[in-house]
């Protein structure tokens, strides 16, 4: 079976500070792993995704996550954070490139001080 | 490309009565999917379809849900009988497929209030 644990139900940083967003998977097959976004009153989109070949993810606006099979994790950063930043941001885990079979870790929401 | 659209956005019922949402996806994309996501959880995934074939269907859903999308377009998720245990966020997501594989685009939701 799968899960996904992300540290930290609320995560606060200034603007202009890195951001880091954890996230811990168990998978018993290499999994496919992502991070989605979503910004007040929108619907969720795909941030950026890992399946195989390169462990460094770049993504949209500035993030990218790695994957880390040693620490079966796969932490979301941005080098500096900007006040448009502020969502909630979840992270992903299948066995396969097949959505229906997603689990959704429970989100974290940033925050961006001024 | 107008984006997934669903609608109400907001539904409150008392417990007892049918509700029905609608979702209608981006053109031209063949899959569907249904999620609901309750406070402080991620989504969870309810079914999906490939155009109007429902493909699976969360072992977890109770039978008192139904799905349909009949034309291979728009989709329908039917609650019958609601408890307040169905109070959510509903989630519709249409899919591409292409280079980089499958991708979702989400709806905002539907937000169901049982009293």
């Known amino acids: 079976a799968q899960s996904v644990t992300q540290l930290g139900s609320h995560v606060s940083v200034s603007e202009g500070a890195l951001v880091l967003l954890r996230c811990n998977y168990s998978?018993?097959?290499?999994?496919?792993l992502f991070w989605y976004v979503q910004y007040p009153n929108q619907g969720l989109q795909l941030l950026l995704k890992?399946?195989?070949?390169a462990t460094l993810v770049k993504g949209i606006n500035g993030f990218e996550a790695e994957f880390k099979k040693s620490e079966t994790s796969f932490h979301l950063t941005k080098p500096s954070a900007h006040m448009s930043d502020a969502a909630e941001y979840f992270c992903?885990?299948?066995?396969?490139?097949?959505?229906?079979?997603?689990?959704w870790g429970a989100g974290t929401k940033l925050i961006i001080k001024p | 490309d107008t984006g997934v659209s669903q609608d109400p956005r907001h539904k409150i019922t008392k417990r007892g009565q049918n509700v029905t949402f609608r979702c209608d996806p981006i053109s031209e994309h063949n899959r569907l999917y249904w999620y609901r996501q309750t406070l402080g959880q991620g989504p969870e995934f309810l079914t999906y379809f490939q155009n109007e074939a429902q493909l699976e269907k969360s072992r977890l859903l109770s039978d008192r849900f139904s799905a349909e999308r009949p034309k291979g377009s728009f989709s329908t998720l039917e609650i019958q009988r609601t408890e307040q245990g169905d109070s959510a966020m509903y989630l519709c997501a249409s899919s591409s497929t292409g280079v980089g594989g499958e991708k979702l685009f989400f709806g905002s939701g539907t937000q169901l209030s049982v009293l």
């Open positions: 998978s018993s097959v290499p999994p496919y």
């Open positions: 992903a885990v299948s066995p396969s490139d097949s959505n229906y079979q997603l689990i």
């Open positions: 890992y399946t195989t070949g």
